[in-house]
């Protein structure tokens, strides 16, 4: 092939396109604006200019345009390239630097982009800058950009089975994540290890460990997980394994990946960032990899839990933060809010929508977070976030977990929200090795609704039903012990090997459900948990003040009622009666202080300072607003099917007031000149200091009953009693010591 000619006048980015086989035409590009050529031109270059004329290599030859965008974009392909080598200072890498600069955020190959957006970028296998033609590909010279490959409407699972596709549909946001991660390892050969960030690995592990167990890690030859620090502190070389990192692009992250391509250990380097990646990042990353080893370098928007279908958490540490006003801890408030906007725009980016913005009027924490994800997502990112334009619009309402502080001091009665408050579920994992008389195989269990059908059809239904289920399932499993007992010919043993695993599944499954359920029997009894219920269900759902006063000051001096149930009992009722009844309530107060030893002075009146009735804007009790007046009356002449869960989060009401469009703008503001458009079809609510279990509960269960509209529920953490009224103590703590308050 003839030698390329470069005029010096002549843009070898151009000249270097012109050379390229013929292919479908991408759309437009928009001319930069004068106030950005100054941030688009690349660097002044410090080496002698060009000749005239200069010889380079022959035009790289891309993969067909069949190969699926997902198919890391940014892999060097070495056909007919010499050995890596190097990569040589001066002119080739001053003129890499300045055409990322001036492409990387033209790089977003999202599925979906709006046509004629100037940001969509065929389906080609990499982008390669002037340096690239004179010393090989760089996997730096752009950016993959991956939203999920589901529609908005069909869902595909690209890389299972068509039964596990039909499974996964009804996932939602596990098959995002798990679509996501199927990704990554499935286009990587061979034996690899899963590097994960070792700053939240938390929340990093949960990510994964929700979606994928161990044992799916396997089947993709996924042999080691480490977190970032053990792979920088160990010395040892695995060329063997091609090292895969999931990562949130954290400036902590960046520093200790220069570290990990000083002294590479590893054949490969994939990375792949769980959020947008900032320029100056990708330019500190491609300074760093002086030895080339690094593969592709892609965005995967899994920058949250998916705990459930509808229900992720952000998992975050300084909970307590949406509590204190900013002038307390600003950067502990700038922290809390920017991982905020991270997740909530890692969830957009996988649903592929750009939503319109509210939040709740009375929540300075509320409305910051929704006029970043606003500045993010229509200023910062605009490109990135321009999805093709649908007939309903897509919704995120930010609100503040004060406007509803009944539902986490509420005891559970349903299988999830039960576990969750009488044990605990981190990131969907339960730890039994406090308990007593649990079997050793059982003491750490998954609760998985993916990995568990039982949990699955069951993680609803109220304990007394459960109970029942239980009971079928052992009655079940002891029918199958006895027919496998019962071998009398080779086929019969035949047929039993070819079944153990699924009875090896059964077994633990049965094993680890009564487990739980037996130590929730023992709890209850212990701590007298039906009769401490059915009070809280009545100060939350029924106006009957003088009983209810009697109620909570017998169970106060019970002295089977643990310390952390009185309390709860004082806060709902001082929640409720907060205007009514001053005298009683300081009664209270009082008993509480001289029956309880761990009682910390002023928190319950902590609590209405932050959550009381002057604080809050949707109507909690259903008795501001004429028509929820009259529905509580009708519910109680009509009588309730369970006292224990007649409890209705105000959440309910919220959702209920989106799809018949009586969310009024004075209480739920709009940000910017973007308004709805009749109604949403899909709803992110986001609740600023956490969700919990029941209200995950009431949103499942509203999906399946209004099939025009999905409303997703999302948090900082999810809560249950214990873990709100630590972050309750820790914000009154900060602010005891605090000279600004």
């Known amino acids: 092939m003839s030698p390329i000619e470069i005029s010096p006048r002549t843009d070898p980015l151009d000249t270097r396109r012109s050379s390229l086989p ?5 759309p437009a590009r928009p001319s930069p604006t004068p106030a950005t050529l100054d941030l688009l031109a690349p660097p002044p270059l410090r080496d002698p200019p060009l000749p005239a004329t200069a010889t380079l290599r022959p035009p790289l030859t891309l993969l067909p345009p069949a190969t699926p965008p997902c198919a890391a974009l940014l892999s060097p392909v070495t056909a007919g390239l010499p050995q890596r080598r190097r990569r040589p200072c001066g002119l080739a890498r001053t003129a890499r ?3 990322l600069q001036a492409r990387v955020c033209r790089a977003g190959a999202l599925q979906g982009r709006r046509p004629g957006s100037g940001h969509r970028v065929p389906p080609v296998s990499g982008f390669f800058s002037p340096s690239a033609l004179l010393t090989g590909t760089n996997v730096f010279d752009g950016i993959l950009r991956n939203s999920s490959s589901f529609d908005a409407t069909e869902t595909n699972f690209p890389f299972e089975e068509p039964a596990a596709a039909a499974a996964a549909s009804a996932m939602v946001l596990i098959a995002f994540v798990r679509d996501y991660i199927d990704r990554m390892l499935h286009d ?7 590097v994960l960030d070792p700053q939240t690995i938390r929340a990093q592990v949960g990510m994964v460990s929700v979606v994928y167990s161990q044992s799916d890690l396997l089947r993709k030859e996924v042999f080691l997980v480490e977190t970032m620090d053990n792979a920088s502190s160990s010395r040892e070389s695995m060329a063997h394994l091609k090292a895969v990192y999931f990562l949130r692009p954290s400036a902590d992250n960046i520093q200790k990946l220069r570290r990990h391509l000083a002294m590479p250990r590893f054949a490969e380097y994939h990375f792949f960032f769980s959020n947008i990646l900032k320029i100056p990042q990708i330019q500190i990353l491609a300074d760093s990899d002086e030895q080339e080893v690094v593969q592709q370098v892609q965005e995967f928007y899994a920058d949250f839990c998916a705990i459930d279908p509808y229900h992720f958490t952000l998992n975050i540490q300084n909970n307590h933060m949406y509590m204190l006003p900013t002038v307390v801890d600003p950067p502990g408030m700038q922290s809390f809010c920017d991982r905020a906007v991270d997740g909530i725009a890692s969830v957009f980016l996988a649903l592929k929508r750009r939503p319109v913005i509210r939040f709740q009027r009375t929540s300075d924490v509320a409305k910051r977070i929704a006029q970043e994800t606003a500045r993010l997502m229509y200023e910062q990112e605009s490109g990135l976030f321009d999805f093709r334009r649908t007939e309903n619009s897509s919704l995120l309402l930010v609100i503040d977990r004060r406007d509803d502080p009944v539902t986490p001091l509420l005891n559970q009665w349903t299988y999830q929200a039960m576990v969750h408050e ?5 990131n969907n ?5 406090g308990f007593a008389n649990v079997p050793k195989d059982q003491q750490e269990v998954v609760l998985s609704s993916v990995q568990d059908d039982f949990f699955r059809a069951n993680m609803f239904e109220n304990f007394g039903d459960l109970g029942m289920n239980i009971k079928r399932m052992v009655d079940d499993f002891q029918h199958l012990s006895k027919s496998s007992l019962n071998l009398q010919s080779i086929g019969d043993m035949a047929k039993f090997v070819s079944n153990y695993p699924e009875y090896r599944k059964t077994h633990g499954n049965v094993t680890k459900h009564v487990a739980l359920v037996s130590e929730m029997s023992r709890i209850v009894e212990e701590r007298k948990l039906m009769l401490v219920s059915q009070t809280e269900q009545e100060l939350a759902c029924t106006s009957g003040q003088a009983a209810v006063f009697e109620a909570v000051t017998s169970l106060l001096n019970n002295e089977s009622v643990s310390d952390i149930d009185r309390l709860r009992l004082v806060m709902l009722y001082a929640l409720r009666y907060e205007k009514e009844s001053p005298v009683q309530l300081m ?4 008993k509480l202080a001289s029956c309880s030893a761990k009682y910390k002075s002023g928190l319950v009146q902590f609590l209405l300072k932050q959550a ?3 604080k809050r804007t949707g109507d909690l009790y259903g008795n501001r607003d004429l028509l929820n007046i009259a529905r509580n009356m009708a519910r109680g002449l009509k009588g309730v099917e369970n006292v224990y869960t007649q409890h209705q989060p105000l959440l309910f009401q919220t959702m209920e007031g989106i799809v018949k469009g009586r969310l009024r703008d004075a209480d739920y503001p709009l940000v910017g000149n973007h308004f709805q458009q009749g109604r949403p079809q899909d709803v992110v609510i986001f609740i600023a200091g956490g969700t919990t279990y029941e209200e995950a509960r009431s949103v499942a269960l509203y999906n399946a009953a209004n099939p025009g509209v999905r409303f997703f529920l ?13 972050d309750l103590g820790e914000a009154q703590r900060i602010s005891k010591s605090s000279t600004i308050i």
């Open 429 to 433: 994992k339960v730890d039994l090795r």
């Open 422 to 426: 009488l044990i605990g579920i981190e």
């Open 97 to 99: 630097v300045g055409a």
């Open 188 to 194: 990587i050969p061979g034996m690899k290890v899963l």
């Open 612 to 614: 009381g009735v002057d």
């Open 22 to 26: 013929s292919r479908a035409a991408a």
């Open 714 to 726: 999302g948090g900082s953490v999810v809560l249950n009693s214990k873990r709100f009224l630590e």
């Open 587 to 590: 009664q209270l107060f009082n």
